[in-house]
């Protein structure tokens, strides 16, 4: 199974998230911002709440 990234993301200082957030600052913070509330905000228990991102994964062809 291919573990790399199906995103172009240029090399350099810092892992895939950092270097692909250099790339627009704006979408990183709204990313960071939607991260934030889906776990430290949400109703939800933690158990559903990571089932739900397991899903994610398997839909996008994620390890995980």
Same mark, same amino acid.
């Given at each position: 199974?291919?573990? !790399? =990234?199906?995103?172009?993301? =240029?090399?350099? *200082? ?10 627009? =600052? #704006?979408?990183?913070? $709204? $990313?960071?911002?939607?991260?934030? $509330?889906?776990?430290? !905000?949400?109703?939800? =228990?933690?158990?559903?709440? *990571? ?5 994610? #994964?398997?839909?996008? !062809?994620?390890?995980?």
């Amino acid at each position: 199974m291919d573990l !790399q =990234p199906r995103l172009d993301i =240029p090399d350099g *200082e810092g892992d895939n998230y950092r270097r692909l957030g250099r790339l627009s =600052p #704006a979408v990183a913070r $709204a $990313a960071g911002t939607f991260s934030k $509330a889906v776990y430290d !905000q949400a109703d939800l =228990p933690v158990r559903l709440r *990571e089932l739900m991102r397991m899903r994610v #994964a398997r839909i996008n !062809q994620c390890v995980i």
